[in-house]
């Protein structure tokens, strides 16, 4: 049974560039201290990924949860850009929507696993097969212990 859908958050984008598809975004959010009885303002960052590099320093973003995550540390894509800075829109890459990123995903596994078989193919030309098909040759013997090279 699946879950809530992913919140969507808005944010705005702080550090851009810097890192390979991937954008640090800061979003406005309140917390209540109990003991005070008050209400602070907290600023958190989330590292939101960007597949096109559309995004440029402070633009104002959306942005949602997505399963399974994409990194170690990116858990959020960007859904679209609600105010450019600098640049328009136009100028720029589009964001990719979800059914697009779904596909350029198939399509990564896919190419990764086509990969894979041509490497294990071309091992098999080159006799690389199976480790136990590969004979080792006996150097020498040191105290009752074969060396093999």
């Known amino acids: 049974m699946p ?11 702080v550090s851009a560039g810097k890192m390979t598809r991937a954008v640090k975004v800061r979003t406005a959010k309140q917390t ?3 003991f005070l009885r008050k209400h602070f303002q907290t600023h958190p960052t989330h590292l939101v990924s960007d597949p096109t590099s559309a995004l440029r320093t402070g633009d104002v973003v959306r942005f949602s949860a997505v399963e399974p995550r994409i990194s170690r540390h990116i858990r959020h894509v960007v859904t679209e850009i609600v105010a450019p800075w600098g640049a328009g829109v136009e100028e720029r ?9 779904g596909r350029r995903k198939k399509g990564e596994e896919e190419g990764r696993r086509e990969g894979e078989e041509e490497g294990r193919r071309e091992g098999e030309k080159e006799g690389k097969g199976r480790p136990e098909d590969d004979e080792e040759e006996v150097v020498g013997v040191v105290e009752g212990t074969a060396v093999a090279s």
């Open 32 to 34: 209540y201290n109990r």
């Open 93 to 101: 890459p589009a964001v990719l929507s979800e059914e697009e990123r």
């Open 3 to 13: 879950g809530p859908p992913p919140k969507n958050l808005i944010g705005t984008v």
